[in-house]
């Protein structure tokens, strides 16, 4: 735990020790130096309305990496009028939390506020978490949390339900290129070095970032740290950028909502029939470092949930396609993988036997599970013939049309419809069929009693 003091010496958060990093160091500490978050920090936003005028109230800061829910809570511990205690999960257990909880609450009577920022607040667990409740609902603190996870999951409900929630997005790279310019202004930066580089090598390096302004300045200072300054100048150029960083990796974090949300964005662009954006989310995915068979298990669902019989090739392929990624593994089976995500993008598309399962796991629950009608089950001993087992069956292979009258489901469903073939593909076909069976069924009778 920490107390965050209020005094700044400049615009920027400095510090003169050398082994602190460059984005601790030139941490802003007020809104003209804030970069991106302009739907609630921009002029007359509502965060930023209650940040000046110190009329704050419990709440969550959610985003990704690096787009600035550190630095607001900074700012809020520079402009508020109330104590500032900083928690971190890691450091601080049950027994100190209730040791400030008990202080803040002192100070509460004194007519003292106390603003607590926990970073990272979902790697508390729910008895810590649950420490902080109490003092919320007395209004002894004011809580402000931080989190790359969604709330929803990783936060206390009750704890959640007294809390403001303000999404925070990755930066775009426009925002970046716009805080790294004004870093390279900062003559705090890097004291005594001019440091150049061109638009175009701005440009990499905020793209290299993926939207983490954090990541953005921690690469800006190893390009310098691993620069040879000449008259104190240091020339950054792409010879260099390649040899520190290779190639840009991509942010996907396998444990975390990221992947639930990139599997759920290659399922509805092969869904829309839009190959492009599903072989752009598959190797989101690859590259992240995701189990590829993992990937075919959806691509299997896939194949019947969204696709069906409309073309039964699909489910072939992605059974095949998996077998692959178990044989092979990556980055081989890499191919594997996005010739199924293609064609399945491609496929015609019916959603009728997912349906087909909805209606009847309704109809299970909604209506009385009657037994099986008699004359459907084996009677494989005499007495099961004898109370009526197998009676009056019609084996269909023995009628010339290969059908027969006889009713198949209990009565309480009997007249029940599950499974409507739409005309995409091969489920054209099958329609047809149907049809066939239906009208077929409607003009005889194979006189079953």
Same mark, same amino acid.
């Given at each position: 735990?920490?107390?965050?003091?209020?005094?700044?010496?400049?615009?920027?958060?400095?510090?003169?020790?050398?082994?602190?990093?460059?984005?601790?160091?030139?941490?802003?500490?007020?809104?003209?130096?804030?970069?991106?978050?302009?739907?609630?920090?921009?002029?007359?936003? *509502?965060?930023?309305?209650?940040?000046?005028?110190? !009329?704050?109230?419990?709440?969550?800061?959610?985003?990704?990496?690096?787009?600035? =829910?550190?630095?607001? @809570?900074?700012?809020?511990?520079?402009?508020?009028?109330?104590? *500032?205690?900083?928690?971190?999960?890691?450091?601080?257990?049950?027994?100190?939390? /209730?040791?400030?909880?008990?202080?803040?609450?002192?100070?509460? !009577?004194?007519?003292?506020?106390?603003?607590?920022?926990? $970073?990272?607040?979902?790697?508390? &667990? =729910? @008895?810590?978490?649950?420490?902080?409740?109490?003092?919320?609902?007395?209004?002894?603190?004011?809580?402000?949390?931080?989190?790359?996870?969604?709330?929803?999951?990783?936060? &206390?409900?009750?704890?959640?339900? /007294?809390?403001?929630?303000?999404?925070?997005?990755?930066?775009?790279? $426009?925002?970046?290129?716009?805080?790294?310019? =004004?870093?390279?202004?900062?003559? #705090?930066?890097?004291?005594?070095?001019?440091?150049?580089?061109?638009?175009?090598?701005?440009? /990499?390096?905020?793209?290299?970032?993926?939207? $983490?302004?954090?990541?953005?300045?921690?690469?800006?200072?190893?390009?310098?740290?691993?620069?040879?300054?000449?008259?104190?100048?240091?020339?950054?150029?792409?010879?260099?950028?390649?040899?520190?960083?290779?190639?840009?990796?991509?942010?996907?974090?396998?444990?975390?909502?990221?992947?639930? &949300?990139?599997?759920?964005?290659?399922?509805?662009?092969?869904?829309?029939?839009?190959?492009?954006?599903?072989? %752009?989310?598959?190797?989101?995915?690859?590259?992240?470092?995701?189990?590829?068979?993992?990937?075919?298990?959806?691509?299997? /669902?896939?194949?019947?949930?969204?696709?069906?019989?409309?073309?039964?090739?699909?489910?072939? +392929? @992605?059974?095949?396609?998996?077998?692959?990624?178990?044989?092979?593994?990556?980055?081989?089976?890499?191919?594997?993988?996005? !010739?199924?995500?293609?064609?399945?993008?491609?496929?015609?598309?019916?959603?009728?036997?997912?349906?087909?399962?909805?209606?009847?796991?309704?109809?299970?629950?909604?209506?009385?599970?009657?037994?099986?009608? +008699?004359?459907?089950?084996?009677?494989? #001993?005499?007495?099961?013939?004898?109370?009526?087992?197998?009676?009056?069956?019609?084996?269909?292979?023995? %009628?010339?049309?290969?059908?027969?009258?006889?009713? #198949?489901?209990?009565?309480?469903?009997?007249?029940?419809?599950?499974?409507?073939?739409?005309?995409?593909?091969?489920? @054209?076909?099958?329609?047809?069929?149907?049809?066939?069976?239906?009208?077929?069924?409607?003009?005889?009778?194979?006189?079953?009693?």
């Amino acid at each position: 735990m920490k107390k965050t003091t209020k005094s700044q010496p400049s615009l920027f958060a400095t510090d003169t020790k050398a082994n602190m990093p460059l984005a601790s160091r030139l941490r802003p500490t007020d809104f003209d130096h804030f970069v991106g978050q302009a739907h609630l920090v921009g002029e007359g936003k *509502f965060l930023r309305e209650m940040i000046e005028k110190d !009329q704050l109230s419990s709440m969550i800061f959610w985003g990704p990496p690096g787009v600035g =829910k550190t630095t607001l @809570a900074e700012i809020i511990a520079k402009k508020t009028r109330s104590h *500032f205690v900083t928690f971190s999960a890691v450091m601080n257990g049950i027994k100190e939390i /209730r040791e400030i909880m008990n202080e803040a609450e002192q100070n509460r !009577q004194l007519g003292e506020h106390t603003i607590v920022f926990i $970073d990272e607040i979902h790697r508390f &667990n =729910k @008895a810590q978490q649950d420490a902080f409740l109490p003092y919320v609902e007395k209004g002894s603190i004011i809580l402000i949390g931080a989190t790359t996870e969604n709330p929803s999951f990783e936060v &206390n409900s009750a704890l959640l339900s /007294r809390s403001k929630v303000f999404v925070l997005k990755q930066l775009a790279t $426009d925002d970046i290129k716009t805080l790294l310019q =004004k870093v390279l202004a900062e003559p #705090t930066a890097f004291p005594n070095i001019q440091v150049q580089l061109s638009d175009a090598l701005l440009n /990499r390096l905020a793209v290299f970032s993926n939207g $983490d302004a954090r990541s953005a300045l921690n690469t800006l200072e190893m390009l310098v740290l691993n620069s040879d300054a000449q008259n104190g100048v240091v020339q950054i150029d792409d010879e260099l950028f390649d040899t520190l960083l290779g190639q840009k990796v991509g942010y996907y974090d396998k444990n975390g909502e990221e992947h639930y &949300n990139i599997i759920s964005a290659l399922h509805k662009s092969m869904r829309n029939s839009d190959p492009d954006s599903a072989i %752009y989310w598959l190797g989101r995915m690859i590259d992240g470092g995701e189990d590829p068979v993992y990937i075919a298990r959806r691509l299997i /669902r896939f194949a019947s949930e969204d696709i069906g019989l409309a073309d039964n090739s699909a489910l072939n +392929l @992605a059974v095949n396609v998996m077998q692959a990624c178990r044989y092979i593994g990556l980055p081989e089976c890499d191919v594997h993988l996005t !010739q199924c995500v293609i064609y399945l993008s491609l496929a015609p598309k019916s959603n009728a036997s997912y349906k087909a399962r909805i209606a009847v796991q309704k109809d299970i629950k909604q209506t009385l599970n009657g037994p099986v009608p +008699l004359h459907l089950r084996n009677a494989t #001993t005499k007495l099961m013939k004898e109370v009526g087992y197998g009676k009056n069956y019609q084996l269909a292979h023995f %009628y010339d049309d290969k059908l027969t009258t006889m009713p #198949t489901r209990p009565e309480s469903v009997a007249d029940h419809v599950y499974y409507v073939p739409t005309e995409e593909g091969n489920e @054209a076909k099958i329609k047809v069929r149907l049809e066939y069976i239906k009208q077929w069924k409607a003009k005889h009778d194979t006189g079953f009693e």
